[in-house]
C-alpha cells in the first residue's frame, strides 16, 4: 500500500514504517516502562488521574485539543488532532489495570518478553498510539479525518461509569480500532461473547418439613428445577451459554424454603440468541407451584463479526500481508468497550494489540518482537481508515 504524504513527495510504503519501528524499539521500551511504573488500579481514581495527567503531558507535542470528563472512577481523556476536520476516527484504550499483588510488581525483561502488571492489558496500546504520531510526524503523512485518542479510567469494572461519555464522543466515529490484548498466536477479536446478567427470585411457601411437610412449597427444590429448565432453553437455542452463578434460599434445616435466589448469566456470540434466550427465560413463571420473577442486573451486547467489522478487518488482513504478518481472526468469551461501540453501528476493530498473555495474572507480557509489526500495522490503518479508499469507514 503506497501511503500519501502531506507534501505528495516521494512514497512510503507499509515496509518502511515497519523498518521505522523496528530502529524506534528501545524507545518504545523506555516508554512502556514509564507507564506500567504508574499505578492505575481500577477505583484508584487519584492514580488513574496522575496517569492521565502524565499522558497529557507526553501527547502536548503534538498540540492536541484536550477534553477531560470526570467519573466517580476517573477522567476520560480526549485527545483531538485535527479537530477542524469534522469527521474522526477513534483510537481507544483503557488506563486502568486489574491489581494482581499487595505489593508494586518489578519490570522484568526475559528474552523477548516484558513482564509488568498491564503491559498486555492495555498500556502496550496506549504506547502505540504515541509512536503511530510520531511515525506521522516523521514520515509528514496525512490522516485525512481528525483523530480521537480517548482513554477510559473503568473498563476493568465493566466500564459503568464512563460508557455514556464513550458512546457520546465516539457516536458519528467513522471507525474505532481498540488495541486491547489479542487472542493467543496473534489473532484479531473479531467476535466477543455479549453476557446478561440476571436475577431469579423464587417465592414458595414456608412449612414445617417434619410435622406438615405437605403444607409447604420449597423453593429450593423450585430453584433446582429451573436451573435444568433454562439449561433446555439455552441448549436449544445453540450458541448461548448458561451459568447459574449465585445461589441462596432457606431460612432453617427444618423449614421448607418460602424464598430462594439466583444471580446468574447468559452468553452467546449473537446479540439476537441472546435477546431470545433471555425472553423464554422470563416466560418461566412457576416451577412446582412456587412463582419465578426475573429482573437483568447488567447487559454487554455482543461484538459481533458483520458486515460493517469484517470490511475494516479485511482492510488490516490486506495490509499486514505487505509486510508478510499473518492476522488471523479469532473470538473470545470475554466482552469490551468495542462491543458496545459496534452495537451502536460504528466499525470496530478489537483486540489488535502486541501479542502477550498472563492478562490479569502477576505473569503478564507483551512480547517486544511484536512492536515494529503491530505499529507498522496500526498506523497503515489509521491512514487507510481516514482516507476515502475504505468505503466501510466513510
Known sequence: MKIERKTGKNEVYVKDLFDYFKSREKSFLTLLEKLVSLPTYSGGKENINRFLDFLVDLFSEF????????????????????????KFLVL???GDTVKVSETPLPVKIAGSRFHANGCYDMKSGIALFYFILKACEQFDLKIGKQLKIIITPDEETGSKASLPILLRECRRAAAVILPEPCCPGGAVKTRRKGVIVLNARITGKAAHSGIEPGKGIDANRALAGLIFRID???????????????LSGGRAVNIASPESSMDFEVRSYSNDLLEKAVAEIKKIDNIDAATCEFSTTFTHPALEFDEKNRRFYEIAKNIAREIS?????GSSGGGSEGSHLSAAGIPVIDGIGLKGGGAHSPDEYIDLRDFPYRAALLTALCLEAGGTRNPGCQ
Not at 325 to 329: C, D, G, R
Request: with cysteine.
Open 63 to 86: 498540540k492536541p485539543q484536550v477534553s477531560r470528563f470526570p467519573t466517580p472512577k476517573g477522567d476520560v481523556l480526549c485527545l483531538s488532532l485535527f479537530p477542524e476536520i469534522g
Open 232 to 246: 433446555e432453553i439455552t441448549g436449544g437455542l445453540g450458541d448461548v451459554s448458561f451459568n447459574p452463578g449465585i
Open 92 to 94: 481507544l484504550a483503557h
Open 325 to 329: 504478518y499473518e492476522l488471523p481472526a
